[in-house]
RNA sequence: GUCGAUAUAGUGUAACCUGGUUAGCACAGGAGAUUGUGGCUCUCCUAGUCCGGGUUCAAAUCCCGGUAUCGGCC
């Protein structure tokens, strides 16, 4: 059984069916971020209200505290989180730009667990294993990532190391999902840092595998946009048509509607989120930043016509109120009003897909976005 | 009426006693940043010495007068 379906296309874009063990979803779709089993600020119950089903936890992060095996014992994160949607978890790979990081070999990655201080290894086999016990529906191949500004020898053996990791995981994920009985998916990373040729190179070799989904990492680190346009281009050509693609760690609004258009299927940023946190909310019409006198006896919602839990009961004025008065609150209202516009966002992009007017959409939504 | 204290960006204050960098800081105001999350974070900009005179090479700072505010006493 194929456990991605296209649906409809128009001309790269496309909008697909995951299959999951949790249940099917209908793609593009962006994950809102939980790295420790809820998002900041925001819980489960909050995404149920805004009708937001995907998230991304971190198995890493989610090991360290409370422990992959007292999730399992909780009945899984679903349960644990009381999150019934689907739910994809990062390897830890990404977490090597942390200050916590301590360090590679072939074998693995070496963190220092924040919580108690003590040595902490990833290696291919073991995330693999705490994946499964989390019970995600998506698992990630543990991956290498150069940072921005690496030199092409250290960006070839990052994407090398990544490779040799990559069949590994593999391996020992269905090795393992046999044993657990499990029908989590596992994705493949393409890395590759800023060279073109390393992109080309990763995207081949990774699709050789047999993962359920492919994932571009290892952009949106500090680079310039031009070069992360460029990181993506050269190996999105080389990937698949018929496996669901996902880029990690975008984005912002123009950059996921720009990933669509090129077949991208699955998203995940702190972007939305991090940003409203810094009073930075999306409209229709471009970027507002709320915590602004301007909005200080605004009387109308932070968007018009958006559904969301802050937009369909409170004013900007009462949100400014409640920032400047450093609320937590207002902390949770913005974040989940900057996912709900992506989730609408996307949702309106389906619609054009469907209609197949996927470019014209993106020209107007680009041309109100951007008009100050 | 009288004696005293105080007067610095929109607001609150620092520098005054002991004259000497570009009058500092916080909030407010404006423009931005933020992209597989240990932090309601960071950057830049706007804006000020009550008024008048004096001393001095040099005055927010010392002196005199005015005005305003606050307080004490009649």
Redesign the pocket.
Known sequence: MKNFEIIHEDNKARIGILKTQYGQIETPIFLA?A?RGV??HYTSMDLIAIDHNSI?S?AL?LNFRPGSQLIEEMGGLHKFMNFNGCIFT??G???AS???FQGKDNTGLNFLN??NNQKFKITPKSIMNIQLEIGSDVA?ML?D?APYGASYDQAKEAMELTHKWGKLSLDFHNKLKIEKNSNQMLFG?VQGNFYEDLRKESAKYISSLNFDGIAI??????EP?EE?YMAVNSAIVHLPREKPKYI?????PL?ILNMIEKGVDVF????P???A????LFTKDG?I?L????H?NDNNPIEKDCDCIACLNYSRAYINHLS?I?E?SA?RLK?LHNIRFIKRMIEDAKIAIKEKRFKEFKEEFTKRFEK?
């Open positions: 971020v790295t998002g900041k991304i971190n992060i990062d390897c790979g990404f977490q942390r200050h916590f924040p919580y990630m991956d990532m990373i990492g290892g952009v949106a680190i500090g946009k992360m990690m760690g975008l984005g912002t950059d995940d940023s702190v972007y989120t991090k940003v946190r810094h009073n930075t970027l930043y915590n602004r006198g301007k200080k400047k450093e937590t902390l974040s100050k």
